[in-house]
């Protein structure tokens, strides 16, 4: 029997328009985003709808109008009989991922990503940070190169086979860019204002431990695999804080799924860029976008 698992995007999918033509025509999913802008001044719809751009990818941006859209997607598969017997979500898509597994609900997830949002803003404009992708090359290579760097840089997101993030101190990761590439590995600076995922974040993660008493965690009613440890877990009002300033172990996570049987994979979330992913982790399992299997679910 076919057993499937959601996978909930991370930020850099995010795209202008997001969402727009759902709203237009499921009263389910104006009902998010409409309780979405009561918590952010109307913010959600105008920039996920409108942009510009410049303004979507800001951190305290992406991460709220994100979640709003990935959970819009969930209640469409829901109301469509689309169930996971697992779940996973890269980075702010863990959130996601919590609503899916009955962890938080939306409106509690929402005021806590808009935290969170804020915190990892202000730890970035505090301390400036880089973060890079690495693709190519062995992983145990990259990692000592890293440690050579004087300073701090470190991996902070393992994807997929060949393609790993590292971040830290703009100069370390600078360098480690330089020595990375003489060694034959492609590096791509990415456009972020902050070093996520490392020690960077350690100041956020404090803020955010001291907020998560506001709203109530329940038990996951289907295994949730934590970025932190690639295994399914219980306790996220633990991990909630820990995962900001931890890498995101996400081939593992997809690895350990695979090994519980999972063979249906569907991404929750804008572009595709899980589903990419995957086929670097394993190509003869199918990964479908949400959006896909509501067309067919339509017909």
Excluded at 125 to 131: P, T, W
Excluded at 153 to 167: F, K, T
Excluded at 183 to 210: E, T, W, Y
């Amino acid at each position: 029997m076919s057993k499937t698992a959601f996978l909930f995007s991370g930020q850099g999918a995010q795209f202008v328009g997001m969402g727009k033509d759902l709203y237009e025509t499921s009263r389910s999913v104006r009902d998010l985003f409409d309780f979405a802008d009561s918590l952010t001044d109307g913010s959600v719809t105008k920039i996920a709808f409108e942009g510009p751009e410049e303004l979507l990818k800001q951190t305290i941006h992406t991460q709220p109008c994100m979640l709003t859209y990935e959970i819009a997607l969930l209640a469409l598969a829901n109301e469509a009989g689309l169930k996971a017997d697992m779940t996973a979500g890269f980075s702010l898509g863990e959130y996601g991922a919590m609503v899916a597994a009955g962890v938080l609900t939306f409106p509690d997830a929402l005021k806590l990503m808009i935290q969170r949002a804020r915190f990892m803003n202000e730890a970035a404009l505090s301390q400036e940070g880089k973060m890079a992708a690495i693709l190519g090359g062995e992983v145990d290579t990259l990692i000592q190169i890293c440690q050579s760097v004087p300073g701090y840089v470190e991996p902070v997101n393992y994807n997929c086979p060949g393609q790993v993030v590292i971040a830290g101190d703009v100069s370390s990761v600078n360098k480690a860019v330089e020595l990375l590439s003489a060694d034959g590995f492609k590096c791509i600076p990415l456009s972020v204002n902050g070093a996520f995922h490392s020690r960077h974040m350690d100041g956020a993660a404090q803020k955010m431990a001291s907020v998560l008493d506001e709203v109530t965690f329940a038990t996951p009613t289907i295994p949730l695999i934590s970025n932190v440890s690639a295994l399914p877990e219980m306790d996220f009002k633990k991990l909630i804080p820990v995962q900001m300033a931890s890498p995101v172990l996400w081939e593992k996570s997809i690895r350990y799924l695979i090994a519980q049987g999972i063979t249906s994979f569907v991404e929750i979330g804008p572009g595709n860029v899980l589903s990419g992913f995957m086929k670097k982790i394993d190509r003869t399992l199918e990964c479908n976008h949400i959006t896909k299997l509501l067309e067919t679910a339509g017909d």
